[in-house]
């Protein structure tokens, strides 16, 4: 479905991306770790279109992505470090502001279906900027949702969140990969990593270094220890 | 064309209500400019002949550094949880951003303009003898040039450290044809000669505009692509 083909990305001079060659399938949740300025985010952030890259290209459903293209961003659905929501604004306000950019139908229900999913339906007139840390993230999660995303780019969607709303969120996830959505994610957790993901790929120092698929046979400490080894020898 | 306007629209109705529920920037305008005319309105004799040449160079005085301060909110409101990372992943034109971002600070500016215009008028004891509709034209196309530029230069500066420092040094004097256009426009209209005297400025005036606008409108997605 995404297939990215010898991407590279400098920033400055600084060659942040090295020949990044990664595919996601339809249905797939694969999840992206590695150490601390990897390019964790920059690799987001080319891939949604936020940055372009200085070499290479990106294919969705075989077709070459180009530029700011708005078909592509309709398709792709961007969780970010912030919350990307107004704080003025409430609940309702923000998810109908981004649902009209993404120009959703039927927005009024849909709108008020995810916040009963996500749990802020009661909170829904009530300006944003008293919410907690965990708040925010489920909105920002029900604002990604809303235009039914094909794909799902979620970076370090856990954080913040208490142990209810990660049963919440996983299950979103799982829901969402079973209707066939696909699903990268960047995270730290290695834990919900090892509870989502098909395949996990390390990225370290702006390359991918290896990948591998995950299934009930492979164990956390498993994943723990071949990471730690890939880590180290690259 | 028809869907940037739209997003155009959603993000400039975004924006107004923000205002509307905070009034922090207009709030902050609107003191400013009448703060202004309350000085003046000492400094000078309104009995003075005098006052009648200060006159124009007050209306765009006012607004142009009134404005300012609300030019440098737009885009500085939208880093708080990264809403401008929010707007440039979104299914729209990056042009739409600037556009929309445009039509709230117009429509703020001009709120702003028709309190502190008046008050100009009534503090001075400025009897108006001049043709309304010409006043309001003039004032309109060169509110307009300087939001035009101002907020383009607004988006450019709002990465930078001193934002607020940086946009009236690098927007004065880009806007120095525009003001001095306006300032001759309103004069000849205020003081009711020949409205043809004035028309070369409003042409100068209005040509500024669609410059400008045709060249923001093109370059802002390079602006966005650095923030």
Redesign the interface.
């Known amino acids: 479905m995404l297939e990215l083909k010898k991407m590279t990305k400098m920033l400055g001079d600084k060659l942040v991306l090295r020949n990044i060659t990664l595919s996601l399938e339809k249905g797939e949740i694969l999840a992206v770790i590695g150490p601390n300025g990897a390019g964790k985010s920059t690799f987001f952030k080319c891939t949604?279109?936020?940055?372009?890259p200085t070499s290479g290209e990106i294919y969705l459903d075989g077709s070459l992505v180009k530029k700011?293209s708005?078909?592509?961003?309709?398709r792709?659905g961007?969780l970010?470090?912030?919350?990307?929501?107004?704080?003025?604004?409430s609940p309702l306000?923000n998810l109908k502001?981004?649902g009209?950019?993404?120009?959703v139908k039927d927005l009024d229900r849909k709108a008020n279906e995810l916040l009963k999913e996500v749990g802020l339906y009661l909170f829904r007139d009530m300006?944003i900027r008293s919410f907690s840390r965990g708040m925010?993230q489920r909105l920002a999660i029900a604002?990604v949702l809303l235009p039914d995303p094909d794909i799902l780019m979620l970076d370090e969607p856990h954080t913040g969140l208490d142990q209810e709303a990660v049963t919440l969120l996983n299950n979103i996830i799982k829901n969402k990969r079973y209707s066939g959505t696909s699903i990268l994610i960047i995270s730290h957790d290695f834990e919900q990593v090892h509870a989502l993901a098909d395949r996990v790929a390390v990225l370290r120092k702006g390359k991918i270094v290896s990948t591998r698929r995950l299934g009930e046979e492979v164990s956390l400490a498993e994943m723990k220890t071949w990471y730690e080894a890939e880590v180290k020898s690259s | 064309m028809i869907s940037i306007l739209k997003d155009a629209w959603t993000i400039a109705s975004k924006d107004l209500s923000n205002e509307i529920k905070t009034k922090q920037t207009i709030g902050m305008m609107v003191i400013f400019s009448s703060l202004v005319v309350l000085i003046f309105s000492f400094a000078f004799d309104p009995t003075n002949n005098m006052v009648k040449a200060v006159i124009p160079g007050l209306v765009w005085l006012i607004t142009v550094f009134s404005g300012i301060l609300g030019l440098n909110r737009s885009f500085l409101s939208e880093h708080e949880n990264d809403t401008l990372t929010g707007l440039r992943s979104a299914p729209i034109d990056p042009s739409s951003i600037y556009l929309g971002k445009v039509l709230a600070n117009f429509i703020l500016v001009t709120a702003v303009q028709l309190v502190s215009i008046p008050v100009l008028f009534l503090l001075f004891d400025y009897r108006f003898f001049g043709k309304v509709s010409w006043f309001i034209l003039v004032v309109i196309i060169g509110t307009l040039g300087f939001i035009i530029v101002g907020t383009f230069l607004a988006a450019l500066s709002a990465n930078a450290k001193n934002s607020e420092m940086l946009l009236p040094v690098l927007l004065l004097p880009l806007l120095s044809p525009l003001l001095i256009a306006g300032v001759q426009a309103t004069r000849i209209i205020l003081e009711n000669e020949m409205i043809a005297d004035a028309a070369s400025w409003i042409r100068l005036m209005a040509a500024y505009d669609l410059l400008f606008l045709a060249a923001c409108f093109f370059l802002f997605e390079f602006i966005m692509e650095g923030s």
């Open positions: 949604v279109g936020l940055l372009e700011n708005p078909q592509v961003k309709q792709i961007f970010g470090h912030e919350s990307f929501l107004y704080n003025n604004l306000e502001f981004y009209k950019l993404y120009k300006p925010m604002r």
